[in-house]
């Protein structure tokens, strides 16, 4: 099976750009989780997605939202870029079966991205 | 205050040493991850557990929920062994997945 896929892989943008990010899951995995990792603050969870609807949500400003599609596919989306927002984006699945959500987590690539 | 705290934060260590990282959490937790982060940013996750003790290979994960606290274990360590591991609770909830991170152990075992 395919791994977790996140596109693009790099990406440079100036500040009060907005950016989308991409992320296909493991093939039959219907949650997809995003994170932020920075040097500062380490990781941190950004929102989860589980059949088209977000359904936890993290401490980020409302600049950072998501969807999710149908096939599962996710993208997440940042307006008004501030240079704060440089960081290395994760995105996760797993299979959540319903009922239980102490699952393991499958991690993408990450996106990097650089705010100037 | 944060909800996961791991130490030590960096560790050297000669090959085939013995190994142990820490994490306590203060929040009431459904799961416990140990994932394992190397150079270049993937993650993989190790474990998870709710309870007990899981072994993988040369690598042992134990929790005590009434202390809260989780060690991992790496016998015989190896050079490849050397990345960050990082330590992530999920509090109870009917829904999602939601984590706490801790800040990571670094680790690098000299050949």
Redesign the interface.
Known sequence: KAGVTQTPRYLIKTRGQQVTLSCSPISGHR?V?W?Q?TPGQ????LF?Y?SETQ??K?NFPGRFSGRQFSNSRSEMNVSTLELGDSA?Y?C?S?L?VAGN???????G??T?LLVL | KNEVEQSPQNLTAQEGEFITINCSYSVGI??L?W?QQHP??????LF?L?SGKKKHGRLIATINIQEKHSSLHITASHPRDSAVY?C?V?PP????????????TSLTVIP
């Open positions: 949650s989780s994170y990792q380490g990781l941190q969870f989860e589980f359904r936890n993290g290395l994760l996760a797993s959540a959500f102490q699952e393991t987590q499958y991690f690539p990450g990097r | 459904s799961a991850h994932l270049g940013g993937g993650i993989v996750s998870m709710s990082i992530a999920s909830s009917n829904t999602g997945n939601q984590f706490y991170f801790g800040t990571g």
